[in-house]
């Protein structure tokens, strides 16, 4: 009786232990209401997304040259790890509206992720192209060898997730479904934001 009271104790702890999270971090388009501000990329359908693999690491997609409208004519995308300092300065913005949903996976999901990728930094597996893979459908792709989403094909991926808002209103559906949490931040006054 009494080992079985300390299994009971302890079993929230092993359970615990067992877990790790991804963090889809997320910089909202804007474009400028003041005229000291920069125009982004994108703009207002813009902004950037990356998912945090570690402590203080979060890998993200960029371009890698040129950037076409087709996959035939662009170069090789990278994907990045930068700092979480780095990735929220991507637009040289000091206060940037954004979003990071919390993804709890086993230890196992995380290896095989951590495993998965690790081709993908020595060399980009597919071009960037602003009809091709992006940041929103470079992410989905990193969740998906995680298990946390379903596999799709590239072509899928890229009319799927063309442009941020489209993964994080999946993302957000997701997370209701499964209560992931979700934190937020406004972004400065001087720039008008994408919505939800």
């Given amino acids: 009786m009494k080992l079985l009271f300390i299994a009971l104790i302890l079993m929230p702890c092993y359970v615990i232990s067992q877990t790790d999270t991804l963090v889809v971090e997320v910089i909202y388009g804007s474009k400028p209401k ?47 790890i930068s700092t979480k300092k780095s990735f929220y300065r991507t637009f040289y913005c000091d206060t940037t ?9 086993t230890p196992d999901q995380k290896q095989k992720l951590l495993r998965d990728i690790e081709p993908f930094l020595k060399e980009g597996p597919y071009p960037y192209a602003f009809f091709g893979m992006r940041c929103a459908a470079a992410c989905y792709h990193l969740l998906s060898l995680a298990d946390v989403t379903k596999d799709l094909s590239r072509s899928r991926m890229t009319w799927k997730f063309i442009y941020p808002r489209k993964l994080r209103k999946f993302l957000f559906k997701e997370a209701k479904a499964n209560q992931w949490k979700i934190s937020t931040t406004p972004g400065s006054t001087k720039r008008k934001w994408d919505h939800d």
């Fill in 34 to 80: 003041a005229k000291t501000e920069r125009h982004w990329f994108g703009g207002k359908l813009g902004g950037h997304i990356g998912l945090k693999i570690g402590k203080d690491s979060i890998m993200h997609f960029v371009p890698g040259g040129r950037v076409a409208a087709t996959n035939i004519n662009s170069d090789t995308g990278n994907y990045l």
């Fill in 97 to 105: 509206k954004t979003c990071r949903i919390f993804i709890p996976i």
